[in-house]
């Protein structure tokens, strides 16, 4: 699949509340990276398809409500949240996933376009430490249609996120 051109004012094809976000992190050169695709990325194996790498280089962005408080759980492609590792990690009473309306109020980007930093509100993060197993990651860039490459370490420390066992155990 070929990139498109870029359609926001910063000439990249991020959403620009994310590039902006890039930028005030001193993480400006990244925008230049962001690749936009004609078709959604939306789903990590989109994603995946898109870019031509393997599930696992993915890095999803998922919110959770956490006793009702929004949390973020930066995970790999390939595998699921294990929504009780996340509420023992966190010492709740209750995790479920946000409601649309909540990732967006959260975040300020819709479901298949959160980034992992550049938010809106401020949430505790929690980075599978699956992520690690890359030299780079792919993430959206704040919309289904853009994404851009990170080394995951980096992207974990710039999400301000604790590393932790949160995947879904295979049988």
Known sequence: MTTTAAT???????????AEALRELGLGELVGEVRRF???TRTAAEAAAAIGCGLSQI??????AADG?????????ASRVDVERV?????????TRAR?????????????GVPPFGHRTRTRVLADRSLLDHDVVWAAAGTPHAVFPMEPKTLVAHAGGTLVDVRERTA
């Open 38 to 40: 004609p078709d959604a």
């Open 87 to 95: 509420r023992e990690e966190l010492g709740a009473g209750k995790v």
């Open 8 to 18: 926001d004012a910063g000439g990249s094809g991020a959403h620009p509340r994310f």
């Open 69 to 77: 408080e929004p949390v973020l759980v930066l995970m790999d492609g």
């Open 100 to 112: 649309a309306d909540v990732v967006r109020e959260t975040t300020g980007y819709a479901i298949g």
């Open 59 to 64: 890095c999803k962005s998922l919110i959770f």
